[in-house]
């Protein structure tokens, strides 16, 4: 059967040996070095065939029987090498950039967050058959042509990964930036350090920052777009924060009272959530991306 090609009929009944009769120890190592080679044989034969996705399969399938260490073990994991050299997809991830609508909008620390995290924490683990372009090689290859900073369309996006000898080009940018508080705002009554009755304005309740990002996957040999997709994030923030037509300086407040007022610690309350916004977005981004890629890969 095995020379005719019917592999899984072979190893269907040397399966049905070992469960039907009772074999001893010697005729059952018979039986499993049977199915071994046979599974390497399938998992060659897909690979000449041009499916080394399928000679993974049968690869892993014949070190469930001999194990890596083992001297029959060491052919099954060289085809699986060679196996997955030939199914790996390489590409070029492009630093994430803001949309020209929005650009204004959007801090540069948030992008930096967003890149930053997916090269240390994303990138860096892609899946088995997905190799990932360095970054550093990436950004020399930008600035070399000038388009730092930019989102790429895909013939830009192709021709760069030309250049990387990457096979797929994924393109991602923020087309959405918004924040929004959640709450309500009551009088508070007080007085000015001259004694005279004042009233300021209390916001109390949240602040809720909204981030998307999308993504272009690029064909860098016919510079075609051949998924497309996105991912969003919303998180709040508690937000105390207070406002008076006057200078709140002058009127009589609480240290606390006081903390409403202060421009930094509202500030601090934005960069917070713009960091953990980040991560989150770059997660979700890479998630989409990988499963696109996974898809995709021949």
């Known amino acids: 059967l095995s020379s005719r090609g019917r592999w899984e009929e072979a190893i269907a009944l040397y399966e049905e040996a070992e469960s039907q009769f009772d074999p001893d120890r010697r005729q059952l190592g018979v039986l499993e070095d049977a199915r071994f080679h046979t599974l390497l044989a399938w998992g060659e034969a897909e690979l000449r065939a041009g499916d080394p996705q399928s000679a993974v399969e049968k690869a892993d399938r014949a070190l469930e029987i001999h194990g890596p260490s083992s001297a029959s073990g060491r052919a099954a994991v060289m085809l699986r090498e060679t196996a997955l050299e030939a199914a790996r997809v390489y590409v070029a991830a492009l630093p994430a950039r803001p949309d020209a609508s929005i650009e204004r909008t ?15 924490d994303h990138w860096s683990r892609p899946p088995e058959l997905v190799a990932m372009i360095g970054s550093r090689a990436i950004r020399r290859e930008l600035r070399q042509r000038r388009l730092e900073g930019v989102v790429l369309g895909n013939r830009r996006a192709a021709d760069v990964g030309h ?14 930036f918004s924040y929004e508080d959640l709450g309500r705002e009551s009088p508070r009554q007080t007085t000015t350090s001259a004694g005279k009755p004042a009233t300021y304005t ?35 923030a508690p937000l105390v924060r207070a406002h008076y037509s006057g200078d709140y300086r002058r009127l009589k ?46």
């Not at 240290?255 to 960069?271: C, K, M, P």
Request: proline share 3%; charged share 40%.
């Open 106 to 120: 959007v801090p540069p620390g948030f992008i930096r967050e967003l890149n930053d995290s997916l090269e240390a």
């Open 163 to 176: 250049a990387l000898e990457a096979d797929l080009v994924a393109v991602l940018w923020i087309d959405r």
């Open 202 to 236: 209390l916001f109390e309740g949240e602040r809720r920052l909204v981030a998307r990002g999308a993504y272009r996957i690029v064909e860098v040999a016919t510079g075609r777009e051949i998924e497309r997709g996105q991912a969003e994030v919303l998180e709040d």
């Open 253 to 298: 407040l609480t240290d606390r009272e006081r903390s409403w007022f202060d421009e930094a610690r509202l500030s601090q309350v934005d960069r917070q959530l713009e960091r953990s916004v980040a991560r989150e977005l770059a997660e979700g981004l890479a998630e989409e991306v990988y499963r696109e890629l996974e898809r995709s890969t021949p």
